[in-house]
């Protein structure tokens, strides 16, 4: 059994890696179309990881108004990661491409600790932990299907 929240916290783990994997790579690329096939990429990889928080988000806050704000700092910070992932993707100068990536990954990053120390402990405090097993297991389902 795993917490949907667990789950999460796993998934940070393995795109903090894809993320110092990118940042190797980053010196050696030489065109801004090889950063946006990156940024592509990555911005790929964490669309499916936010759209799970959203929706556990707009659960959780049926349950806990007195947590609004944090909640949906979460979704607004979606949205702003979105914005840096695109920007490095259609930037058309190599050296702006590749800042702006680097920039969108920090950003991301920041924005996990932030989930980890902030808005899970909320969504597990608020939510119960059949609630949040169930979802935790349909996670796993999702995963042994792709
Ligand atoms: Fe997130
Ligand atoms: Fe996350």
Same mark, same amino acid.
């Given at each position: 059994? @795993?917490?949907?929240?667990?789950?999460?916290?796993?998934?940070? &783990?393995? +795109?903090?890696?894809? *993320?110092?994997?990118?940042?190797?790579? +980053?010196?050696? @690329? !030489?065109? $801004?179309?090889?950063?946006? =096939?990156? $940024? &592509? +990429?990555?911005?790929?990889?964490?669309?499916?990881?936010?759209?799970?928080?959203?929706? +556990?988000?707009? @659960?959780?806050?049926?349950?806990?108004?007195?947590?609004?704000?944090?909640?949906?700092?979460?979704? /607004?910070? /979606?949205?702003?990661? %979105? =914005? *840096?992932?695109?920007?490095?993707?259609?930037?058309?100068?190599?050296?702006?491409? =590749? /800042?702006?990536?680097?920039?969108?990954?920090?950003?991301?990053?920041?924005?996990?600790?932030?989930?980890? =120390? #902030?808005? *899970?402990?909320? @969504? !597990? %405090?608020?939510?119960?932990?059949?609630? #949040?097993?169930?979802?935790?297991?349909?996670?796993?389902?999702?995963?042994?299907?792709?």
């Amino acid at each position: 059994m @795993i917490k949907i929240t667990e789950a999460l916290t796993l998934e940070h &783990r393995l +795109l903090l890696t894809v *993320f110092e994997q990118v940042e190797k790579l +980053l010196p050696e @690329i !030489e065109t $801004a179309e090889e950063v946006t =096939r990156l $940024a &592509r +990429l990555v911005e790929g990889l964490l669309g499916d990881h936010a759209d799970t928080e959203d929706n +556990l988000v707009y @659960i959780t806050l049926d349950h806990a108004l007195e947590h609004q704000g944090k909640l949906k700092q979460l979704h /607004h910070e /979606h949205h702003e990661i %979105n =914005r *840096f992932f695109k920007a490095a993707a259609s930037a058309k100068r190599l050296s702006e491409a =590749r /800042h702006l990536l680097e920039k969108a990954l920090q950003a991301s990053r920041d924005h996990f600790t932030s989930e980890e =120390r #902030l808005v *899970f402990p909320v @969504i !597990e %405090n608020v939510l119960q932990n059949e609630t #949040l097993a169930e979802m935790g297991d349909a996670w796993a389902q999702k995963q042994k299907a792709s």
